[in-house]
């Protein structure tokens, strides 16, 4: 599990490494994230680091919403930036076998950290960290023992770490990506400059 994880940080890390290189030869110009902005994140999420395994399906896959302000600004030759903000994220799956099985649900609320930092004209570059509680909840279905109707919940902190960007087609509207160990492994959505 850790050479897994390993594995996919080495990539993330990699990916992140030419994405600024290849970025820090363009000529940046005027930031699209500044201080006192602020932008609402809807995403769903392709793959996740919950659940894994030959039975395991997919019932509502990982969506997450997040808001982040622009706090604090001119950091590193005045074109980094720091963002901070709200999360929240949920995923259902279920694991069944033959005609019996458990409904796993995970809802996470917490708080994301960015450092944003430009390297070209409309591309909102940045790296960060996922602190939150995960509520996770579960409940057998199918072929039950008679008078054994089975559910659980419980909860836990939950972290991850990510690089994401955000690339500007208008002033108030980007596509996002977001790469990293968390609810989900890639998260894909759009990003509204409030």
Do not use: C
Request: hydrophobic share 45%; aromatic share 18%.
């Amino acid at each position: 599990m850790f050479n897994l994880i390993y594995k996919f940080m080495k990539r993330i890390l990699l990916f992140a490494a030419v994405v600024s290189l290849i970025a820090g030869q363009l000529n940046a110009q005027d930031a699209v994230f500044a201080k006192g902005d602020k932008v609402l994140n809807l995403g769903l999420g392709l793959g996740t680091s919950l659940y894994h395994g030959r039975y395991w399906k997919s019932q509502i896959p990982p969506v997450s919403a997040s808001l982040e302000f622009g706090v604090a600004d001119n950091i590193i030759d005045e074109k980094g930036l720091i963002g901070i903000g709200p999360y929240l994220g949920y995923t259902s799956y279920k694991y069944q076998v033959v005609d019996w099985g458990w409904k796993y649900s995970n809802f996470i609320l917490g708080v994301k950290g960015n450092f944003h930092y430009l390297f070209v004209d409309n591309l909102d570059t940045y790296a960060g960290i996922l602190l939150g509680y995960n509520v996770s909840s579960s409940k057998e279905f199918g072929v039950i023992t008679p008078g054994y109707d089975y559910s659980y919940s419980a909860g836990g902190l939950i972290y991850g770490g990510f690089v994401g960007a955000r690339y500007y087609f208008k002033e108030s509207f980007a596509v996002m990506a977001e790469a990293g160990y968390g609810l989900t492994y890639l998260t894909l959505g759009v990003s509204l400059k409030l």
